[in-house]
């Protein structure tokens, strides 16, 4: 049968005449048809889904009445381009009063994004042309490098190990990519390692971007959700920080507003100026409403605080639970994931050759999804927003993961 003459108009960034007949599954979408078999064939056995990476409950009562209550106004109905100055605003003061991250400017160091999704995608738009590097960090999220691709650009991928803390080694770039390269992502506290940053790292993180001529993009999606002590840390409260870069803040999993879809950028003044005049020309703003009632988000950062003693709660229970099945976890200090490393195979013989092969055995004999990571090591990420209504129906969760696990014998 001859082609569409459509399927010969694809742009190669998509894989050109040859888009859609990709016969490789991509690993969530491998995950997906696990689960769904495994639901098949063990119809009385609940499957626990510990590789969600969204929040579990919904926004607070308070904010979905303000998006009501805003949603009826007739002077929100229209475009908001470049973002509501209240909630720039707001921005500020929250940066101040969290982070201690003090004056920002909020006409010109600030602006809000459809998600920080959407600022990760269009940052690029506004730096890189084809040749120039982004230095991004695996395991990983990834959209900063897809659209830097798309761009032509280069991604050089730096792996975060256990023995560096999980943090990247700048020093093993080459000074041709060092020369090159115009962006450099950093993710602290991280996804999926949920490795923190320190004030000594981001200080070098501003000292080699300062010789280098980069500019850093600080994804600082979780960085808010602490526990056990710890204080939320901006990578823009260090010196020196804001000459050099921007941080982006989401308001998903802070205040668990995953699919409202708002998040916003602060920083140096250019690289803000510069994504202004991206996101003008690709979208016409997230609605006002929705902005309004991320606004009463950011003046009650309680509402993050209540929900980082959830998490904390449960990362105690799964390190626990994972502790005595015989693998080596340690609690992060921020974030809602436990990163683990695999066993090496079993007692009876089997033997698991990577994360995704261990992630499907899992799914298949447990009946437990996680999600494998191996970039740098085989690990799997495990997620502490699982479905759960209280506390007693968390320590059960536990109590039934304990003992699917139970009879395993792991080998590591």
């Known amino acids: 049968m001859r082609k569409s003459f459509i399927q010969?108009?694809?742009?190669?960034?998509?894989?050109?005449?040859?888009?859609?007949g990709d016969t490789v599954l991509y690993k969530f979408e491998r995950i997906?048809?696990?689960?769904?078999?495994?639901?098949?064939?063990?119809?009385?056995?609940?499957?626990?889904?510990?590789?969600?990476?969204?929040?579990?409950?919904?926004?607070?009562?308070?904010?979905?009445?303000i998006l009501f209550e805003q949603a009826g106004l007739k002077e929100n109905r229209g475009y908001t381009d470049n973002g509501v100055q209240e909630f720039k605003d707001a921005a500020v003061k929250y940066m101040e009063s969290v982070y201690q991250v003090k004056g920002l400017n909020p006409f010109s160091e600030v602006n809000?994004?459809?998600?920080?999704?959407s600022i990760l995608v269009q940052l690029p738009l506004a730096f890189i042309n084809p040749g120039d590097i982004t230095i991004m960090t695996v395991p990983g999220y990834?959209?900063?490098?897809?659209?830097?691709?798309?761009?032509?650009?280069?991604?050089?991928?730096?792996?975060?190990?256990?023995?560096?803390?999980?943090?990247?080694?700048?020093?093993s770039l080459t000074q041709e990519q060092r020369r090159k390269a115009k962006l450099l992502y950093i993710n602290y506290p991280n996804n999926p390692t949920g490795a923190t940053a320190t004030s000594q790292f981001y200080e070098r993180v501003v000292r080699f971007a300062r010789e280098n001529n980069m500019i850093v993009v600080a994804d600082a999606a979780y960085a808010a959700l602490t526990f056990d002590g710890n204080k939320p840390f901006s990578f823009l409260?260090?010196?020196?920080?804001?000459?050099?870069?921007?941080?982006?803040?989401?308001?998903?999993?802070?205040?668990?507003?995953?699919?409202?879809?708002?998040?916003?950028?602060?920083?140096?003044?250019?690289?803000?100026k510069a994504?202004?005049?991206?996101?003008?020309?690709?979208?016409?703003g997230q609605f006002a409403a929705i902005q309004k009632a991320g606004i009463y988000c950011l003046q009650h950062p309680e509402i993050t605080e209540k929900t980082a003693l959830k998490y904390s709660r449960r990362h105690n229970l799964l390190v626990d639970v994972f502790r005595k099945a015989g693998f080596t976890v340690k609690k992060p200090k921020a974030s809602f994931y436990l990163y683990v490393q695999i066993p090496k195979?079993?007692?009876?013989?089997?033997?698991?050759?990577?994360?995704?092969?261990?992630?499907?055995?899992?799914?298949?004999?447990?009946?437990?999804?996680?999600?494998?990571?191996?970039?740098?090591?085989?690990?799997?990420?495990?997620?502490?927003?699982?479905?759960?209504?209280?506390?007693?129906?968390?320590?059960?969760?536990?109590?039934?993961?304990?003992?699917?696990?139970?009879?395993?014998?792991f080998i590591f």
């Open 142 to 171: 990834p959209v900063l490098g897809t659209m830097t691709k798309a761009l032509q650009g280069e991604v050089v991928n730096l792996p975060l190990l256990e023995k560096n803390k999980f943090w990247p080694d700048l020093n």
């Open 237 to 272: 409260s260090v010196s020196g920080a804001k000459e050099v870069g921007v941080e982006i803040h989401s308001l998903s999993k802070a205040f668990n507003m995953t699919g409202w879809r708002l998040a916003f950028i602060c920083g140096n003044e250019l690289v803000i």
């Open 32 to 65: 997906k048809q696990a689960k769904r078999t495994a639901i098949k064939n063990n119809p009385e056995i609940n499957l626990i889904d510990l590789g969600v990476g969204e929040p579990d409950w919904m926004a607070e009562p308070a904010v979905v009445d």
């Open 275 to 284: 994504f202004a005049a991206v996101k003008d020309n690709n979208d016409s």
């Open 112 to 117: 809000h994004g459809i998600g920080s999704k």
């Open 345 to 409: 195979g079993m007692k009876n013989g089997r033997s698991f050759l990577s994360a995704e092969d261990f992630s499907q055995y899992l799914i298949a004999e447990k009946l437990i999804s996680t999600v494998p990571w191996d970039d740098a090591g085989s690990y799997i990420r495990l997620s502490v927003t699982f479905e759960a209504g209280d506390e007693a129906a968390e320590i059960q969760i536990a109590k039934e993961i304990e003992h699917r696990l139970a009879d395993a014998d």
């Open 8 to 20: 010969e108009l694809f742009a190669q960034r998509i894989g050109g005449d040859l888009f859609g």
